[in-house]
């Protein structure tokens, strides 16, 4: 394997560079879910033109630090007819699903925790983890609520893993690489090189490019109903679930629930960011190019995407249920199947 | 199959339509007023805390008579001609009632108003005041009269002792009449 750490070309290959390894995203998903919170927070009181949080510190920008320590706080209750096993195990396997993801995201070109090969088909194998942990969690509630709202969730990933699987099995037939590493470095040179126009390449890829914008949205779309979030929060929808699968959890169990939501919504952008936006690679050709300004960039980006979904979570209401499996079989399906075949075409051309 | 495309074109562009209306207003003025800190200020005619002003109060019982949840207790004793003190209204006008008792309990009121506009002297009124709550209710119970309990009973005495010599005196100048009429 290439030197794609940092940590190992400094330390060597130990147990404590190992253990720093590991630790180093969870440190960045700690930091990053707290400043999710927070602009969660404010960009929706700021819609809705309030004021947000102002009186935890300075503009309330300790708001999300109060609100984990009063969900350290609460009491964790168990429902008495759950199943304990499952009922107790379900957070920890969602925010496993979640964290396992980040081995393989490279925030840099001299850091990627884990630099394997098939890197795209791990993370996708990794994310259909949290739905397990969202069918434990839900059924082992002994909830009505809880059991609906994790139905709901795994036909909706379902639904909307294959629209997203198309979206990046385009941009692999385009690279030939699963490694989200080479995918990053292959990008480089300026934003006209990422794969959301078309990627590296002649005036002959002009006409591809329609084809990986819509890939790009069909991407961005499915990993909105991937993460659970608003408009496809069905399985979460207050209105009709209460809470959906984690109606029954509270305290430290509800935290690692939220906390692995965040920790999602970031993994599906780290995503979007590699394959389509350029990963670590500077939108200036060489302008800022490097291994610390490509940590920059990549949060940067990642951060963006984030941004995105919260603005359109505060835009946008939550689909029915027949609308939702509409847009996912009959409206992306066919999409990302056409933008596939034209892309395939493209790269056979080429 | 146009229809198709005229649908998902529809429902993509009005998307970044509805995302366009929440931007502009992230950008608006909050209208959130930050209670303690900033306040509103309210309108003259605001009906909020009572406030009787006890040289216009001739103790008439209006208002607590209108008082539609009886907040108001009003208790008034004559002025004794003999009372060494004398008071005057606001208008120079003498005083002709002691208020002995005049309590309200803000715990009851709805400020519906009705005192306000029974009163014939304008003796009380609603304020701007709202900042009013307290932990115990009984401390709710406003206590406007400025005389002190013994100071009450002592007028309540005075009036007794001047109403026990009037009719001394009007029962002798009778029986000095009758005594006349029958001479």
């Not at chain 1, 909830?143 to 198309?166: D, F, H, T, V, W």
């Not at chain 1, 409206?331 to 075949?341: A, G, H, K, R, T």
Request: proline share 5%.
């Amino acid at each position: 394997m290439e030197s794609t750490n940092f940590l190992w070309d400094l330390f060597g290959r130990n147990v404590w560079t190992v253990l720093a390894v590991i630790s180093l995203p969870l440190l960045f998903v700690l930091v990053y879910a707290l400043i999710a919170i927070l602009a969660e927070l404010k960009i929706s009181a700021w819609i809705q033109e309030r004021l947000g949080p102002m009186r935890t510190g300075p503009w309330g920008i300790l708001q999300p630090v109060a609100e984990v320590i009063k969900l350290l706080q609460k009491e964790d209750i168990t429902p008495d007819q759950s199943s304990k096993l499952l009922y107790n195990l379900a957070p920890f396997i969602i925010f496993t699903g979640a964290y396992a993801a980040f081995a393989v995201i490279p925030f840099s070109s001299a850091f990627v925790p884990a630099g394997i090969d098939v890197g795209l088909f791990y993370v996708f194998a990794i994310g259909s983890i949290s739905a397990m942990g969202i069918v434990m969690g839900g059924w082992a509630s002994n909830n009505k609520y809880s059991l609906m709202g994790a139905m709901r969730s795994i036909s909706q990933l379902i639904s909307y893993e294959i629209p997203a699987a198309m979206a990046i099995l385009s941009v692999v037939v385009l690279t030939s690489s699963m490694n989200m590493q080479e995918i990053s470095s292959m990008q480089s040179g300026g934003f006209w090189n990422w794969f959301i126009f078309g990627g590296p390449g002649g005036w002959s890829k002009l006409w591809v490019i329609p084809f990986t914008i819509g890939l790009t949205i069909i991407y961005f779309i499915a990993s909105l109903a991937e993460t659970n979030r608003v408009p496809f929060d069905i399985p979460e929808g207050e209105s009709e679930l209460v809470a959906g699968f984690h109606t029954e959890y509270s305290g430290m169990k509800f935290a690692m629930f939220f906390f692995a939501e965040y920790a999602n919504m970031f993994v599906v952008s780290a995503i979007l960011t590699t394959i389509f936006l350029g990963g670590w690679n500077s939108p200036f050709g060489d302008f800022l190019q490097g291994p610390w300004w490509g940590v920059f960039w990549f949060i940067l980006k990642s951060f963006f995407i984030v941004l995105l979904q919260i603005w359109i979570r505060w835009t946008l209401p939550r689909f029915r249920v027949d609308q939702l499996m509409h847009v996912g079989w009959k409206v992306l399906l066919p999409l990302s199947f056409v933008c596939f075949v034209a892309i395939s075409l493209f790269a056979m051309l080429n | 199959m146009f229809e198709y495309f005229k649908n998902i074109w529809s429902g993509f562009t009005t998307a970044l339509h509805g995302m366009a209306i929440t931007s502009s207003h992230i950008f608006a003025k909050s209208v959130t007023i930050q209670y303690p800190d900033e306040k509103l200020t309210l309108p003259s005619n605001a009906r909020n805390r009572l406030q009787l002003e006890m040289s216009r109060c001739n103790a008439c019982n209006s208002c607590a008579v209108a008082c539609p949840v009886n907040c108001i207790t009003v208790e008034g004793t004559r002025v004794s001609p003999d009372d060494p003190q004398q008071d005057v209204h606001w208008d120079g006008k003498p005083r002709k009632m002691w208020v002995t008792r005049y309590e309200i309990d803000f715990a009851k009121c709805c400020f519906c108003g009705l005192c306000q506009s029974a009163c014939p002297t304008d003796a009380i009124k609603h304020t701007v005041e709202y900042e009013y709550s307290e932990y115990d209710r009984n401390k709710l119970l406003y206590k406007f009269q400025t005389l002190s309990p013994a100071e009450a009973e002592e007028k309540k005495r005075l009036l007794a002792e001047f109403r026990a010599k009037e009719k001394e005196k009007e029962c002798s100048s009778t029986a000095g009449k009758a005594h006349e009429a029958k001479e």
